[in-house]
């Protein structure tokens, strides 16, 4: 049994300053298993396999690939080792072609000279082998996120790796791309591949996985089979703790409707939108990616111009030209990329609580500092967000207590209406409960929530009426008593 | 084989049309207008132009490089006066044979350009403020070492490498045709040269990929050091002195030939072929201005008006591609 092993890692610290990431780690792989890997966010999954990728490197703990002992202290010692790391933020140079990125760091030719002609027929044929119709010849910024990761898988198998680690591949790429990357997966297992799986989507995991191993808080907390084991259980494997309800949501009659749209076009993705908005309710808004779901939000607060089509709030027409105005119309929209669209990573917690309202306490010329200190606690708290200090740069918080920040620093702004998109992308499961929760309480206080999500279980639970979109136009509308599948909402956005 | 060529010349023309046409039409001006025709296709004023082009494009090959690379080099115009100044003193001062005096000044240069490359490999400190802070060492060492006056060298052989000929052409304008060679044969065939891509346009990818970033910057910045090293010699050498002043402001010209020239300030993309039409714009602009007898103080603007424009069009046509 033991030669069988592919891989084991054994008993694996490493810290930072100030943070324990691992300790004492183990983890073993079989070949041809796909292998999940489950925590929060800072549970150390990335710091496992950056350990395993020669990136980080260990400072106690022992690896065995096949049964050897092998020591990695750096990325070339661990391809060498048979191991290849898919990274969840794709690492490609997009002005090179496929076939250059696919070679990158070790270009067939002499003498620090390229033979561009073996390398575009090397990457030819490694496309063909998994059926993937790219040009090898074509720039990687020219590609769809899922065909580059589709060259990053490639690029990955030329290495002729044995182990395999895919750290959330799915999170920006469409249910059918999905489908392609697992037949991909199962093509590889029986080539005798060990993949080692980081996702936060159950749904995945019970599809593809045969085993599942959790961390939590850097440290080992067990192994488990998946088709053995219920979700509540590794849920509250990875929390610590059972958590009673995932989804908290009270139904209750919606007032009036505050937000109206007719008809919106913005002359690109968003080619005919409607919908209502009733105070005290959530709506969802499902759809595939690119079913200008996001643009429509634009559109509405102000950041893209609406061509046609009538915006109503509280009844009456509104001219929304700025994201000023829309803030005038008290609409609040917390953006989807937290990277791009929202954080100010090198600035605090505090900083980036306060962006949106800072005119509302500035006495003459000068921020009065106290008032945002209070400002800034409030919604700390409100929102359980977990910070050693104000004063702590936000980019060193995780993905769930940065998204708690941004939703925080929009409730500032008091806002009737406030618009949610992917509220919980790259968030872990115990933040992102907390965040429904928010959520619920906001509506019962009387706040009218929009939500873009393409977590259809988020969906499903937390709205009270399901907009469909594709296309750039609403193709359906669901109540929530109608008891909705997730089949029904697929048909109207996939036409 | 000669498809492949075909195949190359033709996407060169396409990637650098707008350029291309912008060089065309300056020179059919200057040929056709009254005042410029007679002078400006003559043997004498065209290796004139290329020889005064020379120098900034020995700045710009190692410019294209460092600027893909995502960085910057302040630091290339000091060299050419560090350089310079040390290799007519060997000459003037120190009766060292020209050989060695040539050598001498483009070793210092590369010295300094390596110097560049270890702070910047070794640290996170922005390239933009290391070679910021060379440039002052550079220039301020030029000056003590000349006292702020020139070093003139009277040796008739030194005048070889910057006002000579080898068989009628201007010996500058061989070295940059060797030089340019080298350069593009670098950037598109060798591995060196991908990785240079790589890292600009990616740094992690290129680290997650086993490519040494920390080498490659070295490399670049020496290469960078080395180009200025070279054209501080010959500058010397056309100017029978090393001169504190010299290079004054170089850095710019070359940062506006790679611009021009269609290299992204973002890093990652950009070519030594779009270079060399940046370079010989700019070249010829100046010689045209010369020409036209228009006041040195105009120069300026209208230089800088053209540099706008060229990257203003590239942009519109970046715009229209999506």
């Keep these: 049994m033991s030669e069988k092993i592919l891989l084991q890692m054994k008993n694996i610290h490493k810290s930072f300053p100030g943070v324990n990431a691992l300790q004492g780690v183990d983890f073993e792989l079989f070949p041809g298993e796909v292998h999940a890997l489950l925590g929060e966010n800072g549970a150390g999954k990335s710091t496992l396999i950056k350990v395993l990728g020669g990136i980080y490197i260990a400072e106690e703990g022992e690896i065995f690939i096949e049964g050897q002992n092998v020591v990695i202290d750096g990325v070339n010692t661990s391809h060498a080792n048979g191991i290849s790391i898919i990274h969840q933020e794709l690492v490609l140079v997009p002005h090179m072609t496929v076939a250059e990125n696919i070679f990158l760091g070790r270009e067939p030719g002499k003498g620090g000279f390229i033979d561009h002609e073996t390398m575009e027929r090397e990457a030819e044929t490694l496309l063909n082998d998994y059926h993937m119709s790219i040009s090898p010849g074509a720039f990687v910024k020219d590609l769809t996120i899922a065909q580059q990761q589709m060259v990053e898988i490639v690029k990955a198998i030329s290495y002729r790796s044995k182990i395999l680690v895919m750290d959330e591949p799915t999170s920006s790429i469409s249910d059918k791309e999905v489908e392609f990357l697992f037949q991909t997966m199962r093509m590889l297992t029986q080539k005798g591949v060990g993949i080692i799986y980081i996702s936060h989507k159950m749904d995945e995991l019970e599809q593809i996985c045969d085993r599942v191993t959790v961390l939590r808080d850097g440290t080992y907390v067990g192994t488990k089979v998946v088709k053995d084991t219920s979700r509540d259980q590794l849920i509250s494997m990875m929390v610590g703790r059972e958590l009673t309800k995932y989804y908290t949501r009270d139904y209750k009659e919606p007032g009036d409707i505050v937000l109206k749209c007719e008809n919106i076009t913005d002359g690109k993705m968003v080619k005919g939108v409607s919908f209502e908005l009733r105070q005290g309710e959530i709506i969802g808004f499902a759809g595939l990616v690119g079913a200008g779901r996001s643009e429509t939000m634009k559109c509405i607060f102000g950041l893209t111009p609406c061509l046609s089509g009538e915006i109503y709030v509280n009844g009456k027409p509104a001219k929304i030209k700025s994201p000023l105005d829309a803030m005038n119309y008290k609409i609040a929209l917390v953006p989807e990329d937290r990277k791009q669209e929202g954080l100010y990573p090198v600035q605090s917690v505090r900083f980036n609580s306060t962006i949106e309202v800072l005119k509302s306490f500035i006495k003459g010329i000068l921020v009065n500092q106290k008032k945002e200190e209070e400002i800034t606690g409030k919604y700390i708290e409100m929102m359980d967000t977990k910070t050693p200090s104000q004063e702590q740069l936000i980019g060193n918080l995780s993905g769930g207590n940065q998204q708690k920040v941004m939703i925080g620093r929009w409730l500032a702004t008091s806002p009737d209406i406030l618009i949610l998109d992917e509220p919980t992308r790259g968030v872990d499961v115990g933040a992102k409960s907390e965040i429904y929760a928010t959520m619920n309480e906001l509506v019962k206080e009387g706040m009218s929530i929009i939500m873009i999500s393409s977590e259809l279980p988020e969906i499903l639970n937390m709205s009270d009426r399901v907009y469909v979109m594709c296309d750039g136009r609403t193709t359906g509308c669901f109540h929530h008593s109608e008891n909705i599948t997730q089949e029904q909402i697929m048909k109207l956005a996939a036409k | 084989m000669t498809t492949r060529i075909q195949k190359n010349v033709k996407q060169y023309l396409k990637d650098n049309i707008g350029i291309i046409g912008a060089l065309l039409i300056l020179c059919i001006f200057l040929s ?89 490999s070794k640290t996170t400190i922005p390239p933009f403020i290391v ?73 992690q990818a290129a680290r997650f990929s086993g490519i040494s970033t920390a080498r490659v910057k070295l490399l670049v910045h020496t290469y960078s050091g080395l180009m200025a090293g070279l054209a501080g010699v010959v500058l010397a050498s056309r100017m029978y002195s090393g001169q504190p002043t010299a290079g004054d402001g170089a850095e710019m010209d070359a940062i506006a030939a790679v611009v021009v020239g269609g290299t992204s300030m973002a890093g990652g993309s950009g070519k030594i072929g779009g270079t060399i039409i940046g370079g010989l714009i700019i070249g010829v602009l100046n010689n045209g201005l010369n020409l036209l007898n228009v006041n040195s103080f105009w120069q300026y603007v209208v230089k800088g008006i053209v540099i706008l424009l060229a990257v203003f069009v590239d942009y519109l046509r970046n715009k229209k591609k999506g």
């Excluded at chain 2, 010996?171 to 045709?177: A, M, N, Q, S």
């Excluded at chain 2, 340019?180 to 060798?190: D, E, G, R, S, W």
């Design chain 2, 131 to 203: 070679t910021l802070a060379t440039m002052n060492v550079a220039k301020g060492l030029a000056y003590v070492y000349t006292g702020g006056s020139p070093v003139r060298v009277v040796t008739k052989k030194w005048q070889f490498l910057g006002a000579g000929y080898i068989g009628g052409v201007p010996t500058p304008v061989i070295i940059l045709v060797f030089v340019l060679i080298i350069t593009a044969v670098i950037m598109n065939k060798t591995k060196l040269g991908r990785h240079i891509y790589a890292v600009g346009g990616n740094s």
């Design chain 2, 32 to 120: 056709i207008f009254p005042k410029t025709s007679g002078v400006f296709l003559t043997h004498k004023n065209i290796f004139n132009v290329l020889r005064q082009i020379s120098s900034n494009l020995f700045l710009a090959c190692g410019m294209t490089m460092v600027i893909i690379l995502g960085g910057i080099d302040l630091s290339v115009g000091s060299i050419i006066a560090l350089s310079g100044c040390v290799a007519a003193g060997c000459v003037a001062r120190y009766n060292l044979p020209i050989f060695a005096a040539i050598l001498i000044g483009v070793l210092i240069g590369t010295a300094v350009g390596m110097a560049n490359g270890v702070v910047i």
